[in-house]
């Protein structure tokens, strides 16, 4: 793994275009325990890509950013 690595980015923008990609789904099972001691359990099923587009646009450019950096970090070890 890369020991050092800078990504920069710029230019962030919805093109708003659509682009055909294949399609996952994962069940997906959350238990927690709230503030007052009280254990939760929710389960859903979440479609890729479809559910980023209930996600921010901040938080979206942040994951992507740390995605970029981990697969760098991977892919620059057999160019070191």
């Not at 009280?38 to 479609?47: G, Q």
């Not at 996600?55 to 740390?66: F, M, N």
Request: aromatic fraction near 8%.
């Amino acid at each position: 793994m890369a020991r050092e690595v800078n990504v920069y980015t710029s230019n962030w923008k919805k093109t708003g275009k659509n682009i055909s990609v294949p399609q996952y789904s994962v069940d997906v099972t959350i238990n927690w325990v709230d503030n007052q001691g009280e254990s939760h359990t929710r389960s859903e099923t979440l479609k890729f890509p479809n559910f980023l587009q209930n996600v921010g646009a901040a938080d979206l450019k942040e994951w992507l950013t740390d995605l970029m950096i981990r697969e760098a970090r991977e892919r620059l070890i057999g160019d070191s």
